[in-house]
């Protein structure tokens, strides 16, 4: 009689989305190596809603104030695809979470000019602008994203 053979068995996704979390948290504290700061970056994986709504990386991860705002100012959540992820090389992981470290960076600044009271246009022109520093920093820093 023939001996059943196993067939080799692809990890679950829940294991898999496991695993990006893990390869996500390392990028994020090696980019924090890079730019030291304070902050306390929490990772989690996207909701379905957020999934849909995600920033300028390409829907890989994107960087949000916690809920507690001000009280809790240092604490930032990062939260990624893991179905995006699993396609991105760890190199590339660590300058797209650096590129999010350096917006959560800039955003007092933003604030500070919001806070004074600006148009809708003008908030868009100080939106492009971070972005261009940010992505000026990252290439500096960190170098191109190829993802
Ligand atoms: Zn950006």
Known sequence: ????RKSP???????RATHQTKRVEKAVAKAQARIPTAFHITV???????KLEAGCQKKLMVIERTVRGDEDSW???LSFDPVVSERVSFRDLVK?????VLHA????????VQRRGITEKQAEE????EENIVYTLQRALFGEIRA
């Open 9 to 15: 068995s692809r990890p679950s996704s829940k294991a």
């Open 126 to 129: 100080l939106a492009r602008a």
């Open 96 to 100: 797209v979470a650096g590129h999010e």
């Open 105 to 112: 960076l800039l955003w007092p600044i933003a604030d500070a």
């Open 1 to 4: 009689m023939k001996a059943k």
């Open 75 to 77: 604490h930032f959540v």
């Open 44 to 50: 989690v994986r996207f909701t379905a809603e957020e």
